[in-house]
Structure formats: structure tokens, C-alpha cells
């Protein structure tokens, strides 16, 4: 079975500029999280989808918006871009919302800002 | 949220049992404690979850006591290729609100010949 898939895998942005990632969760899995990890920390949760629904924001300005389709996919937006968004964008899905489900992550879109 | 702290680093000889323990003393009810792996460039990897006492699986076991201040996280018999970085969460993973699950710096193992 195909895991969570993201794209792109890498990208090189330069200020100012906007950004779109997609992340396409495990068949079945209704709940996507978006997650920034910049380099040496741990990641850090930005969004949570459930049924096309916004569940959960972390502390990232509105500059970071995000989305989820009828087929659960995901995309997260990033306007204005900053030197400081340089970091492995990773998204995470997991079946629903029950609180012994398991969260699978991808393996991340790595984003450059110059 | 449930702040959870670990050892920044551990070294471990090949063949050895590695226990990285998580401390997170304000454990609410509804929190389960979940133990990430991750390489690097990589998306964290699923290795455990538990609520309470002893879980295993084929990969680790994970030791929670009666008052859930603190877990364990248990790798058999190291290899090199377990040299990576181990994140202990701890949240509500319940879907009566929102999902927040904070990761902290993690636990950088390496492991040596």
C-alpha cells in the first residue's frame, strides 16, 4: 500500500514569492496535519484537516493557509515567503480523529528561500 | 499540552539494549505517548504508541508507569542503521477537539561498531 505522498520533493523559492505543496494521504485516512521542521528541531504542527474542515492551527502567521479536497488530499500555501520558511515541510495522515490512531508521515518537500 | 523532556544524545555500541527515557510530568487523561524515528531528510517514522503499562511490537517496547510522568522507550539489540533521532510526544489525540502534537528536539542515538 502506497503511504503519504508529497510533492514536490524539493523547491527553490526566493522572497516574496508564493509556494504550494501537496500532500496525498494513505487510502482511507480522512485527517491530514502539515508540519514545518526546520533544520536541528523537531517538526513543528502548522495545520490539521479532518473531512475538509480546519481542526487545529499551530502558531504560524496567516501568511500559511492551507486546504483539503473531497479526496482527502491536502494542500498548504505559503505567501510572502521569508528567508526563516527554509525548512522540511512535512505532512502526516492518520484514519480519523480517535485518540489511539496512529499519524504516518511523508517524507517531506524540501523548500529553499534565497 | 503535556511538555515533554529527553536526552539530547546517546551513544551505543552495536548489539546493545538503548532505553531513552521521556519525561512529561503535566500528563493529562487523555494523552497517549507516542515515540517517533527519524533520519535525516526523511519524515518521522512510527515506531510506538502507548497509554499505559507495557507495549510491544516488532521493532520496541515501550514501559509506562502507573503515574505516566515519565516512558521508556526500549531498542533491542542496536544496529547502525538505528542511529537516528527519537522524539517522544505526548497529547490528545482524541478528536473532541483539535490535534496539536508538539514535538520537542529528540533524542540524537548513534550508534557505534
Known amino acids: 500500500d502506497a503511504g503519504v505522498t508529497q510533492s514536490p520533493t524539493h523547491l527553490i523559492k526566493t522572497r516574496g514569492q508564493h509556494v504550494t505543496l501537496r500532500c496525498s494521504p494513505i487510502?482511507?485516512?480522512?485527517?491530514v496535519s502539515w508540519y514545518q521542521q526546520v533544520l536541528g528541531q523537531g517538526p513543528q504542527f502548522i495545520f490539521q484537516y479532518y473531512e475538509k474542515e480546519e481542526r487545529g492551527r499551530g502558531n504560524f502567521p496567516d501568511r500559511f493557509s492551507a486546504r483539503q479536497f473531497p479526496n482527502y488530499s491536502s494542500e498548504l500555501n505559503v505567501n510572502a515567503l521569508l528567508l526563516g520558511d527554509s525548512a522540511l515541510y512535512l505532512c502526516?495522515?492518520?484514519?480519523?480523529?480517535?485518540?489511539?490512531?496512529?499519524?504516518?508521515f511523508g517524507p517531506g518537500t524540501r523548500l529553499l528561500v534565497l | 499540552l503535556a511538555k515533554t523532556t529527553q536526552p539530547i544524545s546517546m551513544d551505543s555500541y552495536e548489539g546493545q539494549e538503548v532505553n531513552i527515557t521521556c519525561s512529561h510530568n503535566n500528563i493529562a487523561t487523555n494523552d497517549y505517548i507516542t515515540w517517533y524515528q527519524q533520519f535525516p531528510s526523511q519524515g518521522p517514522r512510527f515506531i510506538i504508541q502507548?497509554?499505559?503499562t507495557k507495549v510491544t511490537n516488532e521493532v520496541a517496547s515501550l514501559f509506562i508507569p502507573a503515574d505516566r510522568k515519565s516512558s521508556t522507550l526500549s531498542l533491542p539489540r542496536v544496529s547502525l542503521s538505528d542511529t537516528a533521532v527519537y522524539y517522544c510526544?505526548?497529547?490528545?489525540?482524541?478528536?473532541?477537539?483539535?490535534?496539536?502534537?508538539?514535538f520537542g528536539i529528540g533524542t540524537k542515538l548513534q550508534v557505534i561498531p
Open positions: 502526516a495522515s492518520r484514519p480519523g480523529l480517535a485518540g489511539q490512531e496512529t499519524q504516518y
Open positions: 510526544l505526548v497529547g490528545d489525540l482524541s478528536g473532541g477537539g483539535y490535534q496539536k502534537v508538539t
Open positions: 487510502s482511507g485516512h480522512k485527517s
Open positions: 502507548g497509554y499505559k
